[in-house]
């Protein structure tokens, strides 16, 4: 168990200057990747290394060369992630453990050098319901004492306990049935742990391959011969991006000031040439952006802030200055106080593009099409050389068959979220729609399918609103809004008086409608009572006091417009979540053709993968 200590937080001398010799001292190390490799030189041929490290090293880019190194000094038997179940008392360190065999020390290779002998190892993910177990009176965890010298009173099970049972009688062995040894160990098991869903251990077997360059993958065997088919059926989507990129949004430094609303741009006048309507990772989601009307002063470096004296005056306003000149890229980097920390090329922003939050549970691509918004740091997005063929990347980008593969290559976030990293995005595959082998019908029916559903799930979003709105129904269908007292169909109402704000229950008698025990309205005619009845009921009018405040069609007309407007919104919006899935389903069909998977491999997926119920629920932190 070495320590884990980054190097920026080591002094600088001798110590440090030995450490920066290590083959694994790399960008922002971390010490405990230099134990790694020091095992390897004291082990001999055979001999055996357990270890437990933080499991940051996985997928960051301090951990490159360690990747890269691993598999060249080691034969890996046993790998144990617990990533961010917190298995020890008061700490969350994303521990791993992994049991290795030393190999030769001939040196380290270049990763395109260098062939992984064929072998497997076992693998083993702790789900977040572990904690779950960890909490109750089943499991002890590993006790540290609470500060004592001693472990405490052993009571019962150990958590170490459940990761063994998880593990073969053999290296990269076949799978353990893990539920059935819980069983027979008559371990209790809380009830709301589910063995389908989220198990709290998988275990499964991981070819060589999966660590033979320094982009590791841990997958089942079975699937990895899914992944690779893939990958040899597709070009990786940062290169349809301009530089061959996946590009992460801009970051201000300091959001309370360059993020302002429409209040702040009147009040201060900033200038219009300035100011971009932003979205962050929070208001993307699948095919649909959740804009709240926030928008970006966007002053990169270089800008002469002189040019704009009302951009200028808000920012020297209050605290703002203060709050500017604070951020490291001022105080640290000498940058202008007015420049943006991290900009990024505005003509990308505006041309069409696809953009992903950067943490989500589920795929959740959005086409920005004509690039109307800029984006924050908290998203990702790629923008298309050939912008024509945007709608096809996202069909299979939000496809099954896409979030198979990113959930098996991505880091996880607490509560098992993705994280959309560039670095993991742009390595989806994504078959050539310029190769003459791909079917042009094909490639046109899944970007037929894609607009289709931004477009329902704009019209879908349209009519919720409506529905929580109702008073935007008048607006809606543009007709002559007046009081009560003026439409062309109330011939009496009830008199105001201080039970103005007494429950109405509407029901016709006659041309009447009777409002509640002591009050009526009277109409020009039956028909009208019963629509009159029904546009209160449309329009949420269920008190006296709304009844007199509200704003009514002029005519007999415009009540049966708003009313064919509001039946339209409940036909929209009822239903839509499966409606919406049997579109999208054509979409997944389409995307399994395009790859040309096998039927069992097509299997497997549909078996395996993880999708929300319907496109409306997917899952953004």
């Given at each position: 168990n070495p320590p884990y200590v980054r190097i920026q937080n080591i002094p600088d001398g001798p110590a440090k200057e030995d450490y920066n010799d290590y083959y694994s001292a790399y960008h922002n190390y971390d010490l405990y990747l230099l134990f790694i490799e020091q095992a390897s030189e004291w082990l001999k041929e055979g001999g055996k290394l357990g270890i437990i490290t933080s499991n940051q090293f996985l997928d960051s880019r301090y951990g490159e060369r360690a990747r890269e190194l691993i598999p060249q000094r080691y034969r890996i038997g046993e790998m144990v992630n617990i990533g961010d179940v917190e298995v020890f008392a008061h700490a969350t360190t994303y521990p791993i453990i992994m049991v290795m065999e030393g190999l030769d020390r001939d040196g380290v290779r270049s990763a395109d050098d260098f062939v992984v002998d064929d072998y497997r190892f076992s693998y083993v993910s702790v789900g977040e319901s572990m904690e779950d177990w960890i909490d109750s009176d089943a499991i002890s965890g590993w006790d540290a004492g609470n500060g004592n010298s001693t472990r405490g009173e052993e009571k019962n099970h150990r958590v170490v306990d459940l990761l063994a049972l998880a593990l073969p009688d053999e290296w990269g062995g076949d799978i353990p049935d893990i539920q059935s040894q819980v069983e027979e160990e008559g371990i209790p098991v809380p009830d709301s742990i589910t063995w389908d869903d989220q198990p709290p251990l998988q275990s499964y077997p991981v070819e060589s391959v999966a660590?033979?360059?320094?982009?590791?993958?841990?997958?089942?065997?079975?699937?990895?011969?899914?992944?690779?088919?893939?990958?040899?059926?597709?070009?990786?989507?940062?290169?349809?991006?301009?530089?061959?990129?996946?590009?992460?949004?801009?970051?201000?430094?300091?959001?309370?000031?360059?993020?302002?609303n429409q209040e702040t741009i009147d009040e201060y006048d900033i200038e219009d040439e300035l100011v971009h309507p932003i979205l962050g990772g929070r208001q993307v989601k699948r095919w649909e952006d959740l804009w709240d009307g926030d928008y970006v002063v966007y002053t990169p470096?270089?800008?002469?802030?002189?040019?704009?004296?009302?951009?200028?005056?808000?920012y020297n306003h209050g605290d703002n200055r203060d709050e500017l000149e604070d951020r490291y890229c001022v105080r640290e980097q000498d940058e202008d106080y007015w420049a943006l920390d991290k900009p990024k090329d505005p003509d990308l922003f505006e041309q069409t593009k696809i953009v992903t939050p950067d943490i989500a549970y589920y795929n959740n691509y959005w086409v920005d099409d004509g690039g109307e918004f800029y984006c924050l740091d908290t998203t990702?997005?790629?923008?298309?050389?050939?912008?024509?063929?945007?709608?096809?990347?996202?069909?299979?980008?939000?496809?099954?068959?896409?979030?198979?593969?990113?959930?098996?290559?991505?880091?996880?976030?607490?509560?098992?979220?993705?994280?959309?990293?560039?670095?993991?995005?742009?390595?989806?595959?994504?078959?050539?729609?310029?190769?003459?082998?791909?079917?042009?019908?094909?490639?046109?029916?899944?970007?037929?399918?894609?607009?289709?559903?931004q477009d329902l799930i704009r019209e879908y979003r349209q009519a919720e609103d409506l529905l929580a709105n109702p008073s935007d129904l008048l607006t809606a269908v543009d007709v002559d809004r007046v009081g009560i007292t003026r439409t062309a169909y109330v011939t009496r109402i009830p008199d105001a008086?201080?039970?103005?704000?007494?429950?109405?229950?509407?029901?016709?008698?006659?041309?009447?409608?009777?409002?509640?025990?002591?009050?009526?309205?009277?109409?020009?005619?039956?028909?009208?009572?019963?629509?009159?009845?029904?546009?209160?009921?449309a329009l949420n009018i269920?008190?006296?006091s709304d009844l007199f405040e509200a704003d009514y069609p002029r005519t007999q007309d415009g009540i049966e417009a708003v009313l064919d407007a509001h039946q339209q919104a409940v036909e929209t919006t009822d239903g839509a979540g499966d409606r919406l899935q049997n579109v999208e389903d054509d979409l997944h069909k389409d995307v399994y053709e395009l790859f040309d998977l096998s039927d069992n491999h097509r299997a497997l997926v549909e078996d395996r993968v993880i999708v929300p119920e319907n496109p409306l629920k997917s899952k953004v932190r």
């Open positions: 660590v033979s360059d320094s982009d590791w993958q841990f997958a089942p065997a079975d699937e990895q011969e899914v992944l690779n088919w893939m990958e040899d059926r597709g070009a990786e989507l940062r290169s349809y991006g301009h530089k061959n990129k996946v590009e992460r949004g801009l970051r201000t430094g300091k959001n309370p000031v360059f993020i302002v470096p270089g800008t002469d802030i002189d040019d704009y004296p009302n951009t200028k005056e808000y990702y997005y790629v923008a298309p050389v050939d912008e024509d063929f945007a709608w096809y990347i996202a069909g299979v980008l939000n496809s099954d068959l896409a979030q198979f593969y990113i959930r098996r290559n991505a880091a996880t976030y607490r509560g098992n979220y993705l994280r959309y990293k560039s670095e993991y995005v742009g390595d989806i595959p994504i078959p050539d729609p310029d190769d003459d082998a791909v079917d042009d019908d094909m490639i046109e029916s899944i970007a037929s399918t894609a607009r289709r559903m008086d201080e039970s103005d704000d007494a429950d109405i229950q509407p029901s016709r008698e006659g041309s009447s409608v009777r409002l509640n025990v002591h009050q009526s309205i009277d109409l020009d005619s039956e028909n009208t009572a019963e629509s009159f009845i029904d546009l209160l009921d269920t008190s006296l």
